[in-house]
């Protein structure tokens, strides 16, 4: 790839020439979000540069040392919510460059200053991982009209676990928390974002104001205290972690427990076992006995069962891959997408094409179509959404194996879901952009809205009969609705104790997924049990949300980025080319003593001597490299010399050496009388040195549940010494 680089006083944006379209409105966030992206900490964001990676679907994005820079993935989350991707990104991970910079201080600065970037990371010590992405959640949500922590999925599992903190085996008290903090390998417990969202949030509503800037700065100046965190909380606010905790819960339980009491609509089509978390996802009808449904749990791969509607029971079909997008199925045919790394690079990660005959239930792989979501059938048609690195998405309609219609999404939108509706004969989409989230019908003419913007998450879009299914958190719970494209009318199909997931239509049954404690179940229920008109509405119902104070931030969802914009940016920060060889080297720490670092991450070597020692990795993470001098008394000084590169799929591995008293061994010669062999040692000569340069070709495999890996590797290697 060709690279590119925007630089603004605090912030570099460093970028794929396919993704420049991105990387400019990225930067109107970044530069939008930057006078308030601070909030309640007394230090603002450091400066720290972004680097984009447009070609991995597995959508994520995170901040790191050595070296200090945030890096993007940038194709959009497929379970997303009603607000766009990108806006997502930056008020997360600009929130960690704060965080990062309030922890920087004191004497961990001080530290950094003898040690570089790797000093600055002993100030992670000093605020917990749960902490650090509660916050960024707690930034997230407050820089949206109804952002992440907000969502009903996001409190559903503590909702259902009743009195959190107790054992559900026994009666005992909740002074025990670390299985919460920590996590189980037997039961499912919410992950950090869950729990530090919840706790960051009602510690800022009780104490009014954001704890985490009193205990950055008390760990950063005092870092030789144990439990800084501890310490602080006592300190300043006469709590701790385990109260903070248990209060927190006992605040929320509270409220929870006021709300009405409500059952599943849906009856359920298969039990759940006690001690291993199980989920039901996608069920599609195979005629009016039986359902096909992907199943996932602790101990087992992913797989695709076939389970009898009369008796619950079920068989495996068969093995799939980690499953991106969800199935469709026509003609006994199912097709779905699955994440696969490609055949050399780490960070290229497709989104494959798959299907299965229900006759043979073996799993293939289409080839050639890594870019695809959503499959959906049609009458004598099969049409996907395909994503392009540049950001813009298109549906592509096959007919006998041949792509015949290509319909493209204007700049901006994003598609979470695609359906195709055999009465109106038209394919629909699932939209998000500035408006938030809407449904739409896609052709040749363009996109067109069947549905208003609102900060309303939807999902799981499918549909049939003149009518759309869908997910939607309108009524405060993920709950099953439906649009009557001839009526156009929107209504709620379900109603559940603790939420509805993925509806799709049987005939005059309506099959969903329902949550409990144990995990995701199929359910089923008459199409018609409920058929609730749902008013068109800006935000959803807060319903499971006890009232918290609000940040006095900028709303992302009011930030837009025109034309105009561009060219005023575009004027002011010109971009330049990013060349990647004079950029290969990039020194971010030392240390005053001579060891191998690449010896000590891939080996846990540590061999210490009397010296220095200079490390490098640039930006764009395809060359690390380390220089060291060392001396001891036996052997007197020590030179070496590593590099690494990646950035061509070879592996080039260079290693030099300069120094030392190093022994070399003859070869055998025998002893006449035992017969053993005898290993002569000689030291070696002056000024020994050697190079040795080796270059691997990394095959990577990966077809389903399967991976496998393949290395290819040559070597060449002089010393002065003797052999």
């Known amino acids: 790839m060709k690279w590119s680089a925007i630089r603004t006083p605090d912030v570099r944006m460093i970028y794929p020439d396919t993704a420049s379209g991105l990387a400019a409105r990225t930067l109107h966030y ?24 447009p070609e991995n679907f597995q959508s994520n994005g995170l901040v790191m040392y050595l070296p200090k820079r945030v890096e993007f993935l940038s194709s959009p989350a497929i379970d997303s919510y009603s607000m766009p991707w990108y806006k997502q990104l930056v008020a997360h991970e ?49 820089m949206s009209s109804y952002g992440r922590g907000l969502q009903p999925s996001f409190t559903m599992a503590y909702r259902a676990m009743g009195r959190v903190g107790r054992n559900r085996r026994d009666t005992r008290d909740r002074r025990n928390t670390d299985k919460w903090f920590c996590g189980s390998y037997r039961d499912y417990i919410p992950d950090h ?47 701790s972690v385990g109260e903070l905790f248990r209060e927190t819960f006992d605040d929320l339980e509270r409220f929870w427990d006021s709300l009405p009491e409500s059952g599943d609509s849906a009856s359920t089509l298969t039990p759940l076992p006690e001690g291993n978390h199980t989920t039901y996802q996608w069920p599609l009808p195979l005629g009016d006995t039986a359902v096909l449904a ?50 050399l690079f780490e960070q290229r990660v497709n989104s494959q094409l798959c299907y299965m005959d229900i006759a043979d239930g073996r799993p293939r792989t ?14 004598g048609a099969l049409g996907w959404i395909e994503y392009a690195p540049d950001g813009r998405y298109t549906v592509v309609v096959e007919r006998d194996g041949v792509p015949e219609e290509r319909f493209e999404a204007p700049e901006g939108k994003e598609l979470h879901g695609l359906a195709w509706d055999d009465r109106t004969v038209a394919w629909y989409v699932l939209v998000t952009d500035d408006e938030g989230m809407w449904l739409g019908r896609i052709d040749a003419e363009g996109l067109h809205p069947v549905t208003r913007g609102a900060r309303i998450t939807l999902s799981d879009l499918r549909a049939g009969g003149g009518k759309l299914y869908f997910g939607s958190i ?44 144990l995990g995701y179940r199929v359910a089923e229920q008459a199409a018609d049990t409920l058929l609730v008109p749902v008013a068109p509405s800006a935000l959803p119902v807060d319903l499971v949300n006890p009232p918290r104070r609000r940040w006095a931030v900028v709303n992302l969802d009011t930030v837009r980025f025109t034309p105009a914009d561009s060219v005023r940016q575009g004027e002011r920060f010109r971009a330049k ?34 010296g220095f020692t200079l490390m490098s990795q640039n930006l764009l993470s395809s060359a690390e490299a380390y220089a060291s001098y060392g001396w001891n008394r036996s052997e007197g000084s020590l030179v070496k010399l590593g590099v690494r590169y990646f950035g061509l799929g070879l592996r080039f591995d260079l290693d030099v050496s300069y120094g030392g008293n190093q022994l070399f061994y003859s070869l055998a010669s025998y002893d006449p009388v035992t017969g053993n062999p005898v290993y002569q040692s000689q030291p070696a000569p002056d000024r020994y040195y ?16 399967h991976t496998r890996q393949l290395s290819l590797s040559a070597g060449w290697n002089y010393s002065n010494g003797m052999v």
């Open 30 to 53: 970044i530069r939008s979000v930057q006078p308030s992206i601070g909030y309640g900490f007394r230090h603002g964001p450091m400066r720290i540069p972004f680097v984009m990676h």
């Open 366 to 379: 289409a080839g050639g179509y890594r870019r695809a979501l959503y499959p959906t059938a049609a009458d």
């Open 690 to 705: 050697s190079v040795g340069l080796s270059a691997t070709l990394p095959l990577y495999f990966q077809r389903g549940y």
């Open 577 to 610: 080319r990013y060349r990647k060889g004079p950029n290969l080297v990039n020194v971010h720490s030392w240390m005053p003593l001579a060891f191998n670092p690449f010896a000590a991450v891939d080996e846990h070597v540590i061999d210490l001597n009397l």
């Open 193 to 239: 974002y869950e729990l530090g969202y919840q706790l960051c949030s009602y510690a800022y509503d009780r104490y009014g104001e954001n704890v985490w800037d009193k205990v950055a700065w008390y760990g950063s100046r005092n870092p030789y205290v144990i439990l800084t965190t501890h310490a602080a909380l006592r300190k300043y606010y006469r709590t």
């Open 94 to 142: 600009y929130r960690h460059a704060v965080q990062y910079n309030n922890l920087d201080r004191g004497l961990i600065r001080v530290l950094s200053r003898l040690l570089g970037q790797q000093g600055s990371t002993v100030g992670l010590l000093f605020m917990p991982l749960w902490a650090l992405e509660g916050d960024a959640v707690m930034s997230e949500t407050m």
């Open 294 to 343: 992907l199943k996932t749990d602790f101990d087992r791969s992913t797989r695709f069962v076939r389970i009898d509607r009369r008796t619950g029971r079920e068989r495996t079909v068969c093995r799939t891959g980690m499953v991106s997008t969800r199935p469709t199925m026509a003609g006994g045919r199912v097709w779905w997408t699955e994440y696969r790394r490609s055949l």
């Open 474 to 517: 309108a009524s405060g719970k993920d709950e099953a609705h439906c649009y009557d494209l001839v009526a156009r009318r929107e209504y709620r199909l379900t109603a559940s104790e603790y939420g509805s997931f993925d509806p799709a239509p049987a005939g005059g049954r309506l099959l969903v997924t329902t949550y409990d404690r």
